[in-house]
């Protein structure tokens, strides 16, 4: 149902692009990480018609996106921070969350297989 790209190594202050293709139209696309021994916590969302949502830890720093020709959504990720690294996950919603259910993984339909974000100092 997704297929998630994009991950890699950075240093301190540089970029990465994840991209997710979902394979169906779906309401809203997310962004979730996990760290090791942590839980899977929410980064940004972004529905299909409009609105964006960030965690107060990325705000600033990372954007989500689509590219509807493409069929294609992004997180792009600037001012990379050592505690940005971890595996991040797209999800895809195709019912349609409200805000507040946003940010527990549970409320998600569909899920990309991860792809690993490691951020050096």
């Known amino acids: 149902q997704l297929q998630a790209s994009g991950g890699g190594s950075v240093q301190v202050g540089g970029s990465l692009r994840l991209s997710c293709a979902p394979s169906?139209?779906?309401?809203?696309m997310g962004w979730f990480r996990q760290a090791p021994g942590k839980e899977r916590e929410f980064v940004a969302a972004k529905r299909w018609t409009a609105g964006e949502y960030y965690a107060d830890s990325v705000k600033g720093r990372f954007t989500i996106s689509r590219d509807a020709a493409k069929k294609t959504w992004y997180l792009q990720m600037n001012s990379l921070k050592p505690e940005d690294t971890a595996v991040y996950y797209c999800a895809a919603d195709v019912r349609g969350l409200i805000v507040s259910s946003m940010t527990s993984p549970r409320q998600w339909d569909y899920w990309g297989q991860g792809t690993q974000v490691t951020v050096s100092s």
């Open positions: 169906g139209r779906i309401s809203t």
